[in-house]
């Protein structure tokens, strides 16, 4: 079974080699079986899987994978020597694309292409769609190009391994809103990832108040009369306050104070007031871009909320 990095890695190269049609200004029609040695190639070259023996395995100056484009398929879904459990991901990655609209089914030719080189209009079959070809969408090439490097989205699995692999663990219940509003995400729902976004940094609030409440053993005074009751905007100066009260010069020293004051602060200000926008009905809508900012801000967010978190709990 591959592990979540391993699943990663070999998703990448599906954006990688998909990213690299865009940049060329290429949208398709492109076959789909082009595509699927193209990725195989850009394995290899990465050293994430051996070369098969019928293309030179190890040795200097093997064959591409481009040399099995040409001729027929050995059967319906083959595997050309490699893990099967590789190229099923390859596949499945490339379903879940067409899903999420960054893949359309392709036509035989271009019609475009055909329409140049005469004035009367070719003939319906150069429209039939195929889905051994592929066509990148409009949607699909702003997202494939990661010039600002944003996090991957399309990779629920390498975007929620920075939480999962955290130290100390993630709060579950934080997890289950993270990973719904991650798949809402996919799916271009964006008022509801960001309700689920909120509700996650509320829940990753109150994991920091408890691990708070729990250093200053005064039987959960503070908790209670400071905290508990509040809403969310108290919460979070009530827990700023009694931080750099009872810790602020520790965290100045272990580079703690500034993060909190200013990432931490603006990113739950952020997500608030979002959250509070969808609440009070106002015609408010998020653009893909600004949603997954959101997404992308949620993470260094975590991590510096879980750095405290850890701090805190060498104080219990």
């Known amino acids: 079974m591959l592990t979540p990095i391993e699943q990663t890695e070999i998703k990448s190269h599906v954006y990688k080699v998909l990213g690299e049609y865009v940049n060329q ?32 395995g190890s040795s200097l100056g093997g064959s591409k994978f481009s040399t099995f484009v040409r001729g027929a398929q050995p059967n319906l879904f083959p595997d050309y020597e ?9 596949r499945q990655t490339f379903w879940e694309l067409f899903i999420q609209g960054v893949l359309a089914p392709g036509a035989s030719k271009n019609p475009l292409a055909e329409l140049e080189k ?8 150069h429209y039939w769609t195929l889905l051994d070809a592929v066509m990148i969408t409009p949607y699909g090439a702003k997202v494939l190009v990661d010039t600002q490097k944003r996090i991957l989205v399309h990779d629920p699995d390498g975007f ?31 008022l509801a990832c960001i309700v689920l976004l909120g509700v996650a940094s509320e829940r990753l609030i109150d994991v920091l108040a408890n ?24 919460k979070f100066d009530a827990i700023e306050g009694k931080l750099m ?39 408010r809508e998020f653009t893909w871009n600004e949603t997954n900012g959101f997404l992308h ?13 850890a701090f805190l709990l060498t104080m219990i």
Request: aromatic share 10%; no cysteine.
């Open 25 to 56: 200004r290429n949208y398709g029609p492109i076959w789909m079986k082009i595509l699927f040695m193209a990725v195989l190639q850009s394995l290899v070259d990465a050293k994430v899987i051996k070369r098969p023996e019928s293309l030179g």
């Open 297 to 309: 801000s949620f993470v260094q967010y975590y991590k510096i909320i879980n750095q405290i978190n």
């Open 245 to 283: 009260e009872k810790y602020g010069p520790q965290f100045a020293q272990i580079d703690l104070k500034d993060p909190f004051q200013k990432i931490v602060k603006l990113t739950f200000e952020q997500l608030r007031r979002a959250r509070n926008d969808i609440a009070h009905p106002q015609g």
């Open 211 to 234: 691990n708070l409440s729990a250093t200053l053993k005064d039987n959960d005074k503070w908790y209670n009369e400071k905290y508990k009751n509040r809403r969310i905007s108290g």
């Open 82 to 90: 490699i893990p099967p459990n590789v190229t099923s991901l390859i």
């Open 118 to 125: 005469s004035i009367s209009p070719p003939p319906d079959v």
């Open 160 to 190: 929620l391994s920075d939480f999962q692999n955290s130290s100390p663990p993630p709060d579950d219940e934080m997890m289950r809103y993270l990973k719904e509003g991650v798949l809402v995400f996919r799916h271009a729902h964006f």
